[in-house]
């Protein structure tokens, strides 16, 4: 469709540039304009002058997901332009104060990843990584909280679907007449996203269970035949639903590889378990890397392949009784 640009936005993160996209069409709409740098600024600036639009031009700014790298850059573009700003209504909470948020996860994951097995020491290098990155965002004042099945206007048609998982409040927007998906990171066409620990929205006490949730959400993209996926990084996603399989296979298969090392290995931590499974994980891997080995025993538990016992403040897993019969 021609009245849609992707534009290439640098991050200082790993994962490297993100997607940003326009539509041009009914005024100018932003999906996701990247982290708060300057850089970032910058290459939007040149992007729209080379379409003859400025950040003044800018109506409306849509949010896929509450993590820096897609909304750092969201507030500043909207007092330039005065632009309306939309997001998922589970996600308002994060970013309306992202340090909040930050703070209140350190408190919570700091016993709950040593009630996993990790050290003391580790812990507490995994839970100060984040804080020089703080300054790639800042609090967003969302004008319009939206909710699954909701449809915005932007000369075309977006449903919002609601794909929580990889972050609560993570939305694709279906511009069916274009057949074409804006999916944030819920789907990508190189890597496996990661659906990360974070707390549930509005609770400071209870973490969500995200690969679970990730995967009934993948679910629901599998009916929506011919849409083209423009993700979050990388190329368009020319094969939707292939693409959504092929991530439920992998899931699969390391849920298998993980229930092995526990029946090799009970009783056995989280900790263990992902030093198992990513034995180079550096520090800066190591939320991820135990995010995705809990993610997989909570689909265990829910299965009753694997329980829980607790020694000492520490959890461990072991094979449930039905798997022994």
């Known amino acids: 469709m021609d009245a849609i640009e992707r534009v290439s936005i640098s991050t200082p993160f790993g994962v490297g540039p993100v997607n ?14 990247g982290p708060a740098t300057t850089e970032a600024h910058e290459e939007l600036d040149r992007a729209l002058a080379g379409l003859d639009r400025s950040i003044d031009d800018i109506d409306r700014i849509l949010i896929t997901h509450p993590h820096m790298d897609h909304f750092g850059l969201v507030d500043q573009l909207a007092e330039e332009s005065g632009a309306s700003v939309f997001a998922h209504e589970d996600a308002v909470e994060r970013l309306s104060d992202p340090i909040g948020h930050f703070e209140a996860e350190r408190a919570y994951f700091r016993p709950f990843l040593l009630s996993m097995g990790m050290p003391t020491d580790t812990v507490e290098t995994v839970l100060e990584l984040p804080e020089p990155y703080t300054d790639y965002q800042d609090p967003v004042t969302v004008t319009h909280e939206i909710a699954d099945g909701d449809v915005i206007d932007v000369g075309i048609d977006l449903e919002c679907i609601s794909t929580p998982g990889h972050s609560p409040g993570s939305i694709c927007y279906l511009a069916a007449s ?70 439920i296979a ?76």
């Not at 949730?213 to 929506?224: G, I, W």
């Not at 590889?257 to 499974?277: G, H, S």
């Open 250 to 325: 992998h899931h699969q298969d390391r849920k298998e590889r993980i229930f092995e090392l526990v029946a090799d290995r009970e009783p056995t931590t989280a900790y263990r378990i992902t030093r198992e499974m990513f034995p180079n994980l550096p520090a800066t891997e190591m939320f991820s890397g135990m995010s995705e080995v809990i993610g997989h025993f909570d689909l265990l538990e829910d299965e009753n392949r694997v329980v829980i016992s607790e020694r000492d403040g520490v959890k461990r897993y072991e094979v449930g009784t039905q798997e022994r019969e």
């Open 20 to 33: 940003c996209y326009l539509i041009l069409k009914n005024g100018l709409t932003v999906i996701d304009p």
């Open 178 to 247: 274009e057949d074409i998906m804006f999916t944030g990171d819920h789907v990508l066409p190189d890597i496996t996203p990661n659906p990360l620990l974070t707390l549930v929205p509005g609770s400071d006490d209870e973490r969500t269970r995200s690969l679970p949730t990730y995967l009934e959400s993948l679910r629901k993209l599998l009916d929506r035949e011919g849409a083209v996926g423009y993700g979050g990084h990388g190329e368009p996603i020319l094969a939707l639903q292939d693409r959504a399989r092929e991530t």
